[in-house]
């Protein structure tokens, strides 16, 4: 079975997605690049993930052609593939439709740097305007919103996150989720946060290249 360990892990971060509160039912979609073999590994469409094992995991190059796998694969494979094609050093995309973020999606919010855990994504968290979901247009709206960034919002519809692996990107998700709690509540006390300024904002970002284990 190609990609063996990469299925095997999409099945474990798929469950932990729902345990974690950042998606409900069979929505949202999660995906790991192997370099070596320049394939990834994405969730099938439209499964339960308590019900999904290994070989119902789609392997897929990045020219968006089936490489192994019966099932279908995320409607959103395109939004998955362009970060692998075009961010060095992307391993792996999440997608969420977490409380918080997904309410700020709607509202048509970027997150600024209200607190020092908005730096998982950069020194902010860009929201992007609605795009029909499961298109390359979304595909490409997320890659160019996102910029440098490791997470955007897209609008009236979810949370996306990048990252270097599968543990890291499913926390940038869940931290993220907690960056736009904390907005949303300033916002609900009729309170405009007082956000960190550029100097602070990048000395966090500085401090999290060393912070996690090797």
Same mark, same amino acid.
């Given at each position: 079975?190609? @990609? ?17 509160? @950042?998606?409900?039912? #069979?929505?949202? !979609?999660?995906?790991?690049? $192997?370099?070596?073999? $320049? ?12 019900? #999904?094992?290994?070989? *119902?995991?789609?392997?897929?190059? /990045? *020219? ?5 796998? *019966? ?30 973020? #997904? ?40 890659? *160019?919103?996102?910029?440098? !960034? ?18 890291? #990107? /499913? ?13 949303? $509540? ?8 007082? /956000?960190? $300024? ?17």
């Amino acid at each position: 079975m190609l @990609l063996q360990e990469e299925r095997e892990k999409i099945v474990v971060y798929g469950q932990e997605m729902l345990k974690r509160g @950042l998606t409900a039912g #069979t929505f949202g !979609n999660l995906s790991i690049y $192997n370099e070596k073999e $320049n394939l990834f590994a994405i969730s099938p469409s439209g499964m339960d993930y308590f019900k #999904t094992d290994a070989s *119902d995991v789609v392997v897929m190059t /990045l *020219d968006g052609e089936k490489a192994d796998g *019966d099932r279908k694969p995320s409607s959103e494979v395109d939004m998955h593939r362009i970060f692998y094609q075009k961010r060095p050093g992307i391993k792996s995309v999440v997608h969420t439709h977490p409380r918080y973020a #997904t309410t700020l999606a709607c509202l048509g919010w970027s997150i600024p740097p209200l607190h020092y855990l908005v730096a998982y994504s950069g020194k902010e968290v860009p929201c992007i305007p609605y795009v029909p979901f499961g298109t390359y247009e979304l595909a490409q709206a997320a890659l *160019d919103g996102m910029g440098d !960034n490791y997470a955007c919002i897209l609008g009236n519809h979810g949370l996306l996150c990048v990252g270097g692996n599968i543990s890291y #990107t /499913l926390d940038v998700s869940e931290q993220i989720e907690f960056c736009a709690q904390l907005y949303y $509540n300033c916002k609900a006390a009729g309170q405009e946060p007082k /956000l960190l $300024n550029d100097e602070q904002i990048s000395s966090v970002l500085e401090a999290f290249q060393t912070y996690r284990q090797k």
